[in-house]
């Protein structure tokens, strides 16, 4: 952060007596011989900024520094101290600021006082803008990090098989937390649920049936805190879910996450498996029954068997 003005000021003594002035109230400054040298001294740099005679600078010269100024980052706005005689008039000098920007006219012959002041602040301001590149460059790296979570985040969200969703608990016509709201889900969860476009969907609107069955599950977690395990047929689209749900904090959100898979598949296994179960424990008795009352039938009779 250079805490220094360069000085641009051709004719006669003017720099050398500028620069004792400003080193006499301990006020850093480089005399430079040309608007090109300025330039290298800001890109540095070397220079927190300039000090300029007006009749260093040309049309050309002028047209050099508003391209460095163009290209300032936005952060940074150069403080110029431009130095007239008022042979050119306030109007030619108002229209060199008004091309450069930031930009303090003094009027020569200068008082020491003014000059020093005009100085200081100059050079304050600047520490302020770096100040600012700072705190600018600490905010941008963490909004930058910000979206690479919610980047990672939203990737792991909708490239996840498992079904998700984010609801929220309503009031009611039915009364105090009688309904929810769908805020937030990924793809998955209308491949296992079966129930597309639910983002934004209330549940009463959309298994008026089932709702009061969904919310005896649900309301428990909001209000205790405490997460559950449980499977549920989804009776409006023939879906078997797994599910587990948990209170997102602080509980005033009245939200709580949900992360489900359909298990239809292993569920008709298990009730296909208990119907075969049932049926093989219906033969065995039958064949027991039978070999039974044969064998009864042989002991009770008379005859040769």
Known sequence: MPQQLAILAPSGRD??????????????????????TIIQALDEPRAGGLLLAEEALSEEAIIVLERWIAGQPPWSDLPIILLTR???????????????????ILERPLHPVTLVSAARAALR?????HEAEHYIGDLELSEQRLRDSEAKYRDLFNTMDEGFCIIEFLDGPEGELSDYVHVEANEAYARHAGIPDVVGQRLREMVPDEADD????YRPVLLTGEPIRFEQELVATGRHLELAAFRLEPKDRRQIAVLFQDVTARRQ??????QLNATLEQRINDAVAERKLLAELVEGTDAIV
């Open 214 to 217: 969904w919310l005896e599950r």
């Open 269 to 274: 296994a298990e009730i296909a498996l208990q």
């Open 86 to 104: 008022g042979r050119t008039g306030p109007e030619a000098n108002l229209a060199i600021a008004g091309r450069l920007g930031n930009v303090t």
């Open 15 to 36: 720099a050398t007596v500028i620069r004792g002035i400003l080193k006499g109230a301990s006020v850093s400054a480089c005399v430079e011989p040309d608007m090109a």
């Open 125 to 129: 301001a600047r520490a302020r803008q």
